[in-house]
């Protein structure tokens, strides 16, 4: 098991498809990582030390990640559509392209949906999360969020201490953090 992540095409159809290029262009847990986003895929592994998405309640490894990342908020989030209010509005403000200033942290609980992120030569990778995934977007990356066809995820929301949900949609290149990242991606 590993990460699935891809270019995306350029077609503009319904979001919630898969929209790879043809052939297949993947995306590395390497090329991600340079980007400064980080994922893991749990849910699988037979080894010890490993995230169980059954058990988020009790899990000690997710307890362990907690206390060594900072991450003291955390909440959960059901998108579906009779489950989330406003969930169409919801849904629209998530697909468009925004930064946060600090890091957007995600553990998939259930279901599946897509993390784009812009590459350094602004192409979109696709990265594909499902139950027992944890991704961290770095503050700054330019990124934005669409279920998939199955139309369902919940996912913990993680923060290290009060959580600022604030997204500047782009352009947003004037925060400090931009240039950062800038000079961090080159
Ligand atoms: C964001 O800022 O992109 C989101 O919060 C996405 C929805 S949470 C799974
Ligand atoms: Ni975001």
């Given at each position: 098991m590993g990460i699935e992540a891809w270019y995306m095409d350029s077609c503009d159809e319904d979001q919630r498809k898969p929209h790879r290029l043809n052939p297949n262009q993947p995306v590395s847990v390497d090329e991600l990582k340079?980007?400064?986003?980080?994922?893991?895929?749990?849910?699988?592994?037979?080894?010890?030390?490993?995230?169980?998405?059954?058990?988020?309640?009790?899990?000690?490894?997710?307890?362990?990640?907690?206390?060594e990342q900072g991450y003291s908020y955390m909440d959960i989030i059901t998108i579906h559509k009779d489950t989330l209010p406003n969930y169409e509005e919801k849904l629209k403000m998530f697909y468009e392209e925004h930064l946060h200033l600090d890091d957007e942290i995600r553990y998939i609980l259930d279901g599946r949906a897509y993390f784009d992120v812009r590459d350094k030569e602004e192409r979109w990778i696709r990265i594909a999360m499902s139950k027992g995934d944890l991704?961290?977007?770095?503050?700054?990356?330019y990124h934005r969020f669409t279920l998939d066809e199955s139309n369902y995820t919940k996912a913990m929301r993680l923060f290290v201490g009060e959580p600022v949900w604030k997204a500047y949609n782009r352009p947003a290149d004037?925060?400090?953090?931009?240039?950062?990242?800038?000079?961090?991606l080159l």
């Open positions: 340079k980007l400064g986003v980080f994922y893991w895929k749990f849910l699988h592994e037979t080894a010890h030390n490993k995230l169980n998405a059954d058990i988020y309640e009790t899990d000690p490894e997710l307890e362990q990640i907690r206390k991704i961290t977007l770095p503050a700054g990356i004037g925060f400090d953090i931009r240039q950062k990242s800038e000079s961090f």
